[in-house]
């Protein structure tokens, strides 16, 4: 009883897991996306804040410069990308309305650069829940990535007490 349940299962997964890897082929083919967007996190918002910043790093393996014209954040209201400016000895941020990425080139959204910031979640954000990320370029491309809930503390230990860079956000 117990091996004829298996052996359908086995049967099953043989039958799936092909066309399962051909379609993930298929689809970044179709796309034809040189773009690849890793370690995409969200920090929660701390208690009153109303916004949060999220960082990734994004490569464009083409032979073209892309331009990244905005990002949506699944639950956000609202996303907007700034950079971190020094003004006078101080450091404040701006909104951008777009970033080129040269071709071959990489950039990394991080503390104290470019950053994201999110707003009007649609409700608290959970430590390890996987959100979506999607970047939106200028040619109408786009690469969507899942973008993981962090808390600021585990962010902290990861960088070994960096307290460097110790901004509003
Ligand atoms: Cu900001």
Redesign the pocket.
């Known amino acids: 009883m117990f091996s004829k349940y298996l052996g359908a299962f086995v049967t099953a997964t043989l039958i799936f897991l092909p066309s399962l890897t051909f379609s993930v082929q298929a689809q970044s083919q179709e796309h034809g996306s040189n773009l690849q967007l890793n370690n995409a996190k969200i920090r929660q918002f701390l208690p009153s804040a109303k916004?949060t910043?999220a960082y990734f790093s994004l490569a464009n393996h083409s032979d073209k410069q892309r331009v990244l014209k905005s990002a949506l954040i699944s639950k956000m209201g609202r996303v907007?990308m700034?950079e971190?400016v020094h003004q006078n000895g101080m450091m404040r941020?701006q909104?951008v309305n777009e970033i080129a990425i040269a071709a071959h080139s990489s950039i990394e959204f991080k503390p104290g650069g470019y950053?994201l910031?999110a707003f009007e979640p649609a409700e608290e954000l959970k430590k390890d829940e996987q959100l979506s990320l999607t970047l939106l370029f200028a040619n109408g491309e786009q690469v969507t990535a899942s973008l993981q809930v962090v808390s600021l503390q585990d962010e902290m230990q990861q960088k070994g007490h960096d307290h460097s860079q110790h901004n509003h956000?």
């Open positions: 916004s910043a907007e700034h971190h941020m909104q950053h910031m956000h």
